[in-house]
């Protein structure tokens, strides 16, 4: 079950089947991206994903599938990459609360939000080993990235799980906090972004993506930045931002 919440201007979207440790299958998938599309359509300011239990997200639920007829393709390349591409392009800033089991389908939940403030208690790596499966939902690219080919392939291979701590402190993600404060620190960081300059956030949130995905040059970057910088000069936001400073107040921003 997905489950949408929306106040002052900050959606919060709960995984919400604790039973099976919030793993997700065709259906749950779906409505997760139904629930991205009416917080979209309420036009938030922020938006907070977090599971409901001990759990984030164990992955994908497998308790009924078959071996012999699956549709991984249908389901990976159907399902969850749509899904991650449509939660990465969300036109807001985007928080997730990591705790506990945060594995395949879960882990590529976690990659594509903007933020993502960790519990102490949270389990991630690949446990692939144990089912003749690969990571998969982003996996590969992110423990590349911030680990290296030879931690990566020693996770994949053994199938340890890392905690929390160790997540933060090899760069996969924000910022690792205690069981008990992580999901008030999340909401917290959602409602101070969902008061700020929202345009000057996408923008950055624009060119973060572009500097990842195309992994442009630093003057590449600058000019981009440049541009960007001009065309937040026509919005209120960054006119109300300017004053505010000349005034000595706080600013008082509109989103616009």
Known sequence: MIDLTIEDDVATVVLNAPAKLNSLDEQALRDLGRAYDEADAA???????????????????????????????????????????????????????AHGACLGVGLGLLIATDVVYVAESAKVGSPFAA?????????????????????????????????GTEAVTSGLFSRVLPDD??????????????????????????????????????????????????????????????AAFQEKRKPEFRGR
């Open 43 to 97: 036009g938030v300011r922020a938006l907070v994903l977090r599971g409901e239990g001990r759990a984030f997200c164990a992955g994908r639920d497998i308790s009924a599938v078959d071996p012999r007829d699956d549709d991984v393709s249908g389901y990976l390349d159907g399902l969850v990459t749509p899904l991650l591409q449509r939660m990465s392009r969300f036109p807001a800033p985007t928080f997730a609360v």
């Open 131 to 163: 089912l003749g499966a690969t990571l998969d939902s982003g996996g590969h690219a992110l423990f590349v990235e911030r680990l290296g080919a030879h931690k990566t392939l020693d996770l994949i291979y053994t199938g340890r799980l890392m905690s």
């Open 181 to 242: 404060e992580v999901l008030r620190t999340t909401t917290d960081a959602a409602v101070i972004a969902a008061r700020g300059a929202t345009a000057a956030f996408l923008a950055s949130k624009q060119l973060v993506a572009r500097i990842r995905d195309e992994r442009l040059a630093l003057w590449d970057s600058i000019e981009i930045e440049n541009a960007a910088q001009a065309a937040l000069c026509d919005t209120d936001d960054y006119r109300e931002g300017f």
